[in-house]
């Protein structure tokens, strides 16, 4: 079965509005999260490293003000495109650690679209 | 991580033992290979992993040379249902970076 879920599938918004994706941990707790991005016929890129109760360390050249990662809780984690441009439109994932350190599991992702 | 290198492209038919290479030839060695695909608009999905040596489970075999420059992932009866872009990491585990994906491979499975 899945270990992790995001939320939602899918999602369109106009562009100016935030919108918020959730990456959930189903079968154990998750102090470590990854959030990643990837565009049509590309391979994903990771964005951010999303820690239980600290701040989120960005990759370069990803806006740390943009694109804000919250980790309240060990088994959730999200990600808000604020101010969201069409130029956002992707697919973005989310992957959690196994407990045993050495496996990540990824999420169904999520489409964005902006209009 | 190290680098690996994939070819973009490979057919196999339906039925047969599909064999994807990989190389890392920089591969350090705490790095694991690590194997993945992505079926279109999905996220990826784990497959198998090894360090030195082959590793089996019921999606797949790994086979790992012994200087760890090179490895194959073998579907031993390819369907239609795994066409996918398969994508080969070399990752040193313990959680505290994400994986750093190449190009891979995308498999094409002809009926």
């Known amino acids: 079965g899945a270990v992790v879920s995001q939320h939602p599938s899918r999602v369109i918004c106009k562009s100016g509005t935030s919108v918020k994706i959730e990456c959930r941990s189903l079968?154990?707790?998750?102090?470590?999260m990854f959030w990643y991005r990837q565009f049509p016929k590309k391979s994903l890129m990771l964005m951010a490293t999303?820690?239980?109760?600290?701040?989120?360390?960005?990759e370069q050249g990803v806006e740390k003000d943009k694109f804000l990662i919250n980790h309240a809780s060990l088994t959730l984690s999200t990600l808000t495109v604020t101010s969201a441009h069409p130029e956002d439109s992707s697919f973005y994932i989310c992957?959690?650690?196994?407990?045993?350190?050495?496996?990540?599991?990824f999420g169904e992702g999520s489409w964005l679209t902006v209009v | 991580d190290a680098k690996t290198t994939q070819p973009t492209s490979m057919d196999c038919a339906e039925g047969r033992a599909a064999n994807l290479p990989c190389n890392h030839s920089?591969?350090?060695?705490?790095?694991?290979v690590y194997w993945y695909r992505q079926i279109h608009s999905q996220g990826p999905q784990y497959i198998i992993h090894?360090?030195?040596n082959n590793e089996t489970n019921e999606m797949a075999s790994l086979i790992i040379t012994e200087d760890r420059k090179s490895s194959t992932l073998i579907l031993p009866h390819a369907t239609l249902r795994d066409t996918a872009v398969y994508y080969c990491?070399?990752?040193?585990?313990?959680?505290?970076?994400?994986?750093?994906f190449g190009k891979g491979t995308h498999l094409i499975i002809q009926p």
């Open positions: 992957s959690v650690i196994g407990l045993s350190g050495n496996t990540i599991y």
């Open positions: 090894g360090l030195k």
């Open positions: 999303s820690n239980e109760g600290s701040k989120a360390t960005y």
């Open positions: 920089t591969i350090s060695g705490n790095e694991y």
């Open positions: 079968d154990f707790q998750a102090t470590t």
């Open positions: 990491i070399a990752y040193s585990g313990g959680g505290a970076d994400g994986l750093t």
